[in-house]
């Protein structure tokens, strides 16, 4: 008989009940974890060292749908299926997806020990997606969400800064429109947007006016 290394995996799958997780929770995991150890566990080890991920490993992740976990729940469901994308891995349906699941997500892409390859995958999605669905207005959500849904374009947010770090309540970049109203006029300094050079575009994490204000801009840069 196999017994099971010690704290080797969460309590609630070594056999001990839970209150919160159920079968689709069990199913979601048990599909997740090879397709995880194939494409990036099993080489995460490697790319941490070499400090960098390969290319097509995002479309590996992207062509399964398994970037859109790293979203919080719940998914956008009206969204998705209007790309044509229904269920995740496993067969569960976006709708279906839930606090849970993030968790188990997050649990399984931490396994190697090591937080640069899964984080390279999955921090724009989570940190640049999330404010266009939740601020944007519908012609920003058509002109972007299709193609970074997807994983046809990427993307990240700027937020950290030399002085205040990520504390957002402390940044300084200020972005202020110009006279003729057209353009905003950005004057701060952003550093540490993982994996930066592969993006299509990035939000600035700004102040409307000047530092201290509790309103905060999202301005869009595209890159390519």
Request: charged share 20%; hydrophobic share 40%; net charge neutral.
């Amino acid at each position: 008989m196999t017994v099971p290394i010690p704290f080797s995996d969460p309590p609630w799958l070594m056999g001990l009940p839970s209150a919160y997780y159920r079968e689709s929770h069990h199913k979601f995991q048990k599909v997740i974890r090879p397709f995880i150890q194939k494409h990036l566990l099993d080489h995460a080890i490697e790319w941490d060292k070499a400090e960098t991920v390969p290319e097509h490993v995002f479309g590996d992740f992207a062509n399964a749908n398994m970037l859109l976990p790293a979203l919080p729940a719940p998914l956008p469901v009206a969204w998705l299926k209007r790309l044509g994308i229904h269920e995740l891995l496993g067969g569960l349906k976006v709708e279906d997806f839930d606090y849970m699941h993030s968790l188990i997500f997050a649990d399984e892409m931490a396994r190697s020990g090591v937080a640069g390859p899964s984080a390279s995958l999955t921090t724009g999605f989570a940190f640049g997606i999330p404010p266009i669905i939740k601020f944007g207005d519908q012609q920003l959500q058509e002109r972007f969400l299709p193609e970074l849904l997807t994983g046809m374009k990427r993307c990240c947010i700027a937020i950290t800064e030399p002085d205040a770090g990520s504390d957002v309540a402390n940044i300084t970049t200020t972005a202020v429109k110009s006279s003729c109203g057209k353009y905003y006029i950005v004057n701060g300094a952003k550093k540490w947007h993982v994996l930066f050079y592969c993006f299509h575009c990035f939000q600035i994490v700004s102040l409307p006016t000047s530092p201290r204000r509790t309103d905060i801009n999202l301005l869009i840069e595209i890159l390519c």
